[in-house]
């Protein structure tokens, strides 16, 4: 039986990893706006890609701690249905950037235990999304996108957010079935899982990623 999981694929920097995210089934494209990450886009470069992403697939920008300036200048250059907070943004932040940019607005939060979910409510009611990814480890260059995978178990049972929710943390097309069986979430995102080395999609494993989702 195939069921209805939306997928977004995350770290898009070439037109050929475009066409493979929309060819595969993705319902959503994510493009990196963090000079630290490997998938880093300038917004040239994004607003390029952006024009071969297909009707119906939401652009994603990903951004960390963005300032104002930052997002001023994103929002005029790149072409986007939804932003993507991965930084540690407070509510507060969440529905500035909301009013400001008139965009949906994703927020993401890091798990790493039970305690961690604490902070999900008072995000739920701000943002219009969320995405629940592993906390990154101390130290880490990268707040996500890490190949991370957190204990699923701790969203069984969850009572429901009031917001659309996606999963996110070291999904692959190995285990990305187990995870949504576990967690309930009818939406998944990946990155690092896709990729044959370091910010390098691969048209296969994305084609296989979306098949394991939806299987
Ligand atoms: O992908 C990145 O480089 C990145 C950089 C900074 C913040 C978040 C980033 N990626 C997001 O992290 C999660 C999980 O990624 P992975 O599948 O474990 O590699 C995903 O939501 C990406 O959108």
Not at 154 to 181: H, I, Q, S
Request: glycine share 8%.
């Amino acid at each position: 039986m195939s069921h209805d999981i939306r997928v977004k694929i995350c770290g898009l920097r070439t037109g050929a990893d475009v066409a493979a995210a929309a060819s595969a089934g993705s319902s959503y494209v994510g493009f990196v706006f963090y000079p630290k990450s490997p998938r880093n886009v300038s917004f040239q470069e994004a607003a390029a890609l952006a024009v071969d992403v297909p009707m119906g697939v939401a652009k994603v920008a990903l951004v960390v701690n963005a300032n104002d300036a930052f997002l001023d200048d994103l929002t005029a250059a790149v072409p986007l249905d939804m932003l993507q907070l991965h930084g540690s943004e407070t509510p507060t932040r969440v529905a500035e950037v909301k009013a400001r940019y008139g965009l949906p607005v994703m927020k993401a939060v890091g798990i790493a235990d039970a305690s961690d979910l604490a902070q999900i409510d008072a995000y739920a009611a701000v943002a219009d999304q969320l995405l629940i990814d592993a906390k990154p480890p101390k130290n880490a260059d990268l707040p996500g996108g890490n190949g991370l995978a957190f204990d699923w178990t701790l969203l069984a049972g969850r009572k429901y957010w009031t917001v659309p929710w996606m999963l996110a943390g070291g999904l692959t097309a190995d285990n990305v079935a187990e995870a949504v069986r576990l967690t309930g979430a009818t939406q998944v995102d990946v990155s690092s899982g896709v990729e044959g080395s370091v910010g390098v999609k691969d048209a296969g494993l994305i084609s296989a990623f979306l098949a394991a989702a939806q299987a």
